[in-house]
């Protein structure tokens, strides 16, 4: 059974940091290239941050470098991801989504991922 467990969102204040974390399982997810995305209330959902299956390569989007890292942890059965975020801003608030795509390679759009997990809520006051 494929699985991916979002953990670690919350309510913090401007300027704070949290970190984001993914458990992924029920397929061999050390082969494909994990992302996070966000989605704001009436908004589409949006690229965060993508790391390719050896890790070796990430992006980030604009609105989040130098702000949030993305990392994983390749182990035998379950991969997890990470998302550090630093100085966290109002219009980071959304729900986030930990999703994982077929290829190697770094993939920024979400039709090339094919496994999402639920999401979870990261709300950041003023």
């Known amino acids: 059974q494929v699985q991916l467990v979002e953990s670690g969102g919350g309510l913090v204040q401007a300027g704070d940091s949290l970190r984001l974390s993914c458990a992924a399982s029920?397929?061999?997810?050390?082969?494909?290239?994990m992302g996070w995305f966000r989605q704001a209330p009436g908004k589409e959902r949006e690229f965060v941050a993508a790391?390719?299956?050896?890790?070796?390569?990430?992006?980030?989007a604009d609105s989040v470098k130098g702000r949030f890292t993305i990392s994983r942890d390749n182990a035998k059965n379950t991969v997890t991801v990470y998302l550090q975020m630093n100085s966290l801003k109002p219009e980071d608030t959304a729900v986030y989504y930990c999703a994982a795509a077929p290829t190697i390679l770094i993939a920024t759009t979400h039709w090339v991922y094919n496994s999402w997990g639920q999401g979870t809520q990261v709300t950041i006051s003023s």
């Open positions: 790391i390719s299956a050896s890790g070796s390569s990430t992006r980030h």
């Open positions: 029920g397929r061999t997810f050390t082969s494909y290239t």
